[in-house]
RNA sequence: GCCCCCAUGGUGCAACGGCUAGCACAUCACUCUUUCAAGGUGGAGAUAGGGGUUCGAUUCCCCUUGGGGGCACCA
């Protein structure tokens, strides 16, 4: 039997941090055993649904790069199915009429919570019988539909927590169907996934509650049970609720904030699981191939930002320059600077691709090889332009260097000539290297000076060194 | 209040009931004297507490504590 999975979210928000990690460890899944991935937008309730979240959230799957197998499907529109399970359910006695208002169930609620007593539905209704019941729907009153909770115990064996067991006592009469004939979440995802035949349902730990109900409903309903497993939340670093500041937000967010879906992905992964070895950094094949439920860890995981940035870090260093430069070119493109050749951005991208740990910072790397003007980081300025004298003269020198020097470019001809000069004005290599650097970069970081000195050429390099001793010429003069 | 779940350094993960509790992020040193956001080396830092079971518990059981989730005519 082929594994069947899905996703169900509702649209009532974006895909966020957690959403994407539970949708992640569905498709893992699938893939890793070559099931199918089902995606189901829950959109019962019409009030807080809007079609733009549903959007957000597939945008968000095809930005993660989760492929959707079946499906979207909208649980809305199984609505007549939901309605014919609640009346199956009402013909075989596992459910009843339920009379009470809600007005009347928020008030008696209201009551138990001031007196301490438990805020369960009493089950009140239950007892109403058969002929009382039809004469009041007669009557014309209205009704809600509550599924009978039997005696006894409920036990699964969760795919991730094990043996799960609550005692039935403890759980309400729930309700079904309500007054206006709507159906209500625990049925409608019965109903659905009975329907979509999906045979494991991994969720969120918020869910484990609704587990049980929903397995009364399946034996009520005579019918097989796929098998559960919830999967542990992902807190904030304050070891609370994930909240806005942090991971709360869609997880186009941090497509915006510069983050690599495979290095998002990567990190998701780890939340929670890990492959039983020290692997980190994997691509998606990797995880896939590496991927089994059993590994998924019981205990709540935090969300740390500095080792998602750490891990899309290494997926930047380790992308073929083609797939980061559309990233690069249309960053440079909103900054105006449009028409960059193709070939050369991949070389430059190849050469600074090893430090940044997001995309503007790599777009900071790249920028100089391509920008007519550059802004001197302030960092950079202070530690090695301190005296402006001092590194004015060495770039004036570097000039001379590079305007005598014969034959093409190479690291290797850079390096003597740079590390010459550095001997001749008896001052270390770093004196000269370091000013350079700022002057071409504008910034204190950068690979090799003797690659980056190759790679932008002569023309640009004899114009950054005209651009910086301008600065520093008026720097100079201010004293 | 009731029910359920969880518990290894600050964080993410390892450790058939058996070496000195391992790796990574972060952090601190040092190093590469060419910067660091890259590389390398090293340091500090954890089995929540208490009882059992066992020759032996991070691992199994119980209690306590702590954290999380749930208890709607929301999903």
Known sequence: MTVRVRFAPSPTGFLHVGGARTALFNWLFARNVGGRFILRIEDTDRARSSDEMTDAILDGLKWLGIDVDEGPFFQAAGIERHKADATLLFERGAAYRCFCTPEDLASRREEARRTGAGHGYDGRCSSIDEDASAARVESGEPFALRVRVPDGRTEWTDLVHGSMSIDNATIDDFIILRSDGTPVYNLAVVSDDFDARVTHVVRGDDHISNTPKQIILYEALDRPLPVFGHVPLIMGPDGKRLSKRHGAMSVLAYEDAGFLPDGMMNFLALLGWSPGDDREVMD????????????????????????????????IAGAEAGRLSPMVRSALVEEGLDALDETRLRDVIDLVKDRPRTIPALVGQVRPFFAGTLDFEQAAVDRFWKKPEEAAQVLRSLDQVFGELDGPWTPEALEAAIRGLAERLEMGAGRVINPLRVALMGQGVSPGIFEVVELMGPDLVAQRLGT????LDAKAAMG
Do not use: Q
């Open 284 to 315: 998606r094949a990797e995880l896939i191939e590496a991927f089994s439920v059993e590994r998924i860890l019981k205990k709540s995981a935090v969300f740390d930002l500095e080792k998602l940035e750490w891990l899309n870090g290494r997926h």
């Open 468 to 471: 910086a001793l301008g600065y």
